[in-house]
């Protein structure tokens, strides 16, 4: 199972950040988002990702290539060998492929592009690289496999960017700072597509995944929501990546899951 990380997008909204680097290398903590979606994925067995790159892209090529150099001791002999041993610690094993697919392509542009590194699989998962969550994603591709459909959209309620009251008459009842939205459902990403959802898009740099190709499907009636009613959160603004940040520093991030795994061994 192969999973589609969206990351060529320039993040306008957080330009504080991402004038100088691309948002999936914002950092959460010590790590780039990115590498938080990529260990969640990984809990659940999904461990070849692509990555569809565009503005800056070069940098998260620089990332991965850099990965073990950056993140574990090294020996470095300055004879006329010219050594680096480099004393591994990490216990990813991964497989990464890193795609240019244009700086100003949209996302069905994007996943268009990287079609042919899909292979033979009859279904694949795509996500946003700036999303975190706690969707239990073996669940997710079990729905998905239950219904026929082409494709399974993960539907969210987000929390409101206000304090909700209740109230009765001029008097407030309750004031929640924080609340999840609980009418209606917005995109969360986390989809999983059969392959036949390339038959949806072009390679043209305006086929935007989320207008026509949805909007096709769902005429089609081959679009179908997994709801989570549990924790999303995207790093859409500065105030997102200051909240992600906040949950992380205090031990509370819902998407941690992999924690258990450690604690483990």
């Known amino acids: 199972m192969k999973v589609v990380i969206l990351c060529g997008g320039k993040g306008t909204r957080l330009k504080e950040e991402t004038a100088f680097r691309p948002k999936p290398l914002v950092t959460v903590g010590k790590k780039p988002i990115l590498w938080h979606i990529m260990k969640y994925y990984s809990h659940y067995g999904f461990k070849d990702f692509i990555l569809c790159l565009g503005y800056l892209g070069e ?84 729905f998905h496999r239950s219904h026929g459909c082409l494709a399974t959209v993960t539907g969210v309620r987000p929390l409101s960017r206000f304090g909700e009251l209740a109230v009765q008459g001029d008097t407030v009842k309750t004031f929640s700072e924080k609340t999840q939205v609980t009418r209606g459902w917005i995109n969360g990403g986390f989809f999983v597509f059969r392959r036949e959802i390339f038959n949806y898009l072009t390679n043209q740099d305006d086929c935007v995944l989320e207008r026509e190709p949805l909007e096709h499907l769902t005429m089609d009636s081959q679009l179908k929501v997994f709801k989570h009613r549990g924790f999303w959160h995207c790093m859409d603004t500065y105030r997102d990546m200051e909240q992600l940040n906040k949950l992380w520093q205090v031990g509370h991030a819902p998407w941690e899951v992999w924690k258990n795994e450690s604690l483990a061994k």
């Open 59 to 142: 940098m998260i090529k620089q990332y991965f290539i850099q990965y073990d150099l950056m993140n574990n001791d090294l020996t470095i002999s300055f004879d006329s060998r010219s050594e680096i041993q480099i004393h591994r610690k990490q216990d990813l094993d991964w497989q990464v492929t890193l795609a240019d697919t244009g700086i100003e392509a949209m996302t069905g542009c994007r996943l268009k592009r990287i079609e042919k590194y899909i292979g033979d699989a009859a279904d694949f998962m795509v996500t946003y690289g700036d999303g975190l969550c706690n969707v239990d994603l073996a669940e997710l591709y079990h």
